[in-house]
């Protein structure tokens, strides 16, 4: 154990740039999608759409950002990942200013699966990039420190996109993502290197014969199926959250910035903390320690009525702490599954997982929970949070057979050195 912890390399400044260059490309991926549900009910007032519209505008980036990540699967391993990552997040940009130009309904949801496909399959080249550059034992703090960009969108984001949407109007808070998002593009291009490595390794010709042996293996199943229900247990509560708080805690429309960003803050600070422990200690115990608290706090949280602000911002920052906890070590474990010269398609098919389950959660969510009318409380939503922690309890399953994986892998690896 003392060996492993010594051989444990530095990061070079690189690597660093590399880090801080993912984490804020990440950040505005996750803030185009995140800052929708703040935005519901101005859109839903402004585009005159109902509830169910709104449903399956969410719905419809997921479900496309899923579709794109299996049709850019087959292809992931045969190009520079530099150059695909400028493709897709090039895409990305033009879509989310398209998000911004929508007058109605229509032509906002045709917007939306536009920046599905292409930000559907950014996440997916940034694991690859993440996983060619960094060895299993730097990826731990690696994904802590990207996956804080969930909660930099919830801290400066989140709040952000409602300010300049109460003050300029709903289209700024995207033109405000794009633009930052056109900075990092030109960062992309000037300073990161080319990332080739993995191309010296390709077997198959055909992309879409890549593609099948890639989705046939039993191994790499195991790691989409643990994705597939990690996605759908945190996917689930997310669409109705806001409805949630307003309505049922009675938390009023101004307070909610400030629910946002202690929320943020909260993950924030226990990222790089769970992503050095994730280096350090065994993922899967990490990951089971995550997922109890969470299904706990889940309980809790939906069947509670109207509570003062101070306890519902407590409980979500300690339910958020929770859930980001599994994320760290499950994703680090899922990186661990794949071959080098599979690592792309393998990532895009996981991303492409875990966008798919999250459009199902979004829907199960919705005809799970019913509201009368606008304004009056959600009902059923103490049912939803059972049957989130039922999923959760099944992730741990599905963690467990990729944490005896990885560990068969490495063992090979060793005695073959």
């Not at 989310?96 to 496909?117: D, Q």
């Not at 997922?291 to 920052?317: A, D, E, K, R």
């Not at 994703?331 to 492409?352: C, F, H, Q, V, W």
Request: with cysteine; aromatic share 12%; net charge positive.
């Amino acid at each position: 154990m003392e060996k492993t912890k010594l051989e444990i390399p530095p990061f070079s400044s690189y690597q660093k740039y590399i880090i801080v260059l993912l984490a804020l490309l990440q950040f505005t991926v996750i803030l185009d999608f995140m800052v929708i549900s703040p935005l519901g009910d101005i859109l839903m007032k402004k585009l005159d759409m109902t509830t169910a519209n709104f449903g399956l505008t969410v719905s419809a980036y997921a479900f496309s950002a899923g579709i794109s990540g299996l049709l850019a699967a087959g292809f992931a391993d045969k190009f520079d990942r530099k150059k695909l990552l400028i493709f897709f997040y090039t895409g990305f940009i033009i879509g989310t200013v398209c998000c911004a130009l929508a007058t109605n309904y229509a032509l906002l949801l045709a917007a939306r699966i536009v920046t599905g496909l292409f930000g559907g399959v950014i996440g997916s080249v940034s694991l690859a990039i993440v996983t060619d550059l960094f060895v299993i034992h730097q990826r731990g703090r690696v994904m802590g420190f990207i996956q804080m960009a969930f909660a930099s969108s919830q801290i400066l984001g989140i709040p952000l996109g409602i300010y300049f949407a109460n003050h300029w109007g709903w289209h700024s808070s995207f033109l405000m993502i794009a633009g930052l998002g056109i900075l990092i593009l030109v960062t992309i291009v000037i300073k990161m290197k080319p990332v080739v490595k993995h191309l010296e390794l390709q077997s198959d010709k055909s992309p879409f014969l890549h593609l099948w042996h890639t989705l046939s293996n039993k191994d790499y199943q195991v790691g989409f199926m643990a994705i597939a229900f990690l996605s759908i247990g945190g996917f689930m509560l997310q669409p109705f959250g806001s409805a949630f708080l307003v309505n049922n805690i009675k938390i009023s429309q101004l307070d909610l910035p400030m629910v946002f960003f202690y929320t943020g803050l909260s993950v924030l600070f226990i990222m790089p903390i769970i992503g050095k422990l994730s280096d350090k200690v065994n993922k899967f115990w990490l990951f089971t320690a995550g997922s109890l608290l969470t299904i706990v706090i889940i309980i809790i949280y939906t069947n509670l009525g109207p509570v003062p602000l101070w306890q519902i911002v407590g409980l979500t920052m300690i339910m958020f702490m929770g859930i980001m906890s599994r994320m760290v070590p499950a994703t680090t474990l899922n990186t661990g599954i794949p071959e080098m010269k599979d690592r792309g398609a393998y990532m895009s098919i996981t991303s492409s997982m875990q966008q798919i389950a999250g459009g199902i959660a979004a829907v199960c969510a919705g005809l799970i929970v019913h509201q009368e009318t606008k304004t009056s409380p959600l009902e059923n939503y103490d049912i939803l949070g059972y049957v989130i922690s039922v999923v959760s309890l099944f992730s741990i399953f599905f963690i467990w057979r990729v944490n005896q994986l990885v560990k068969s892998k490495e063992k090979a690896l060793a005695v073959k050195n």
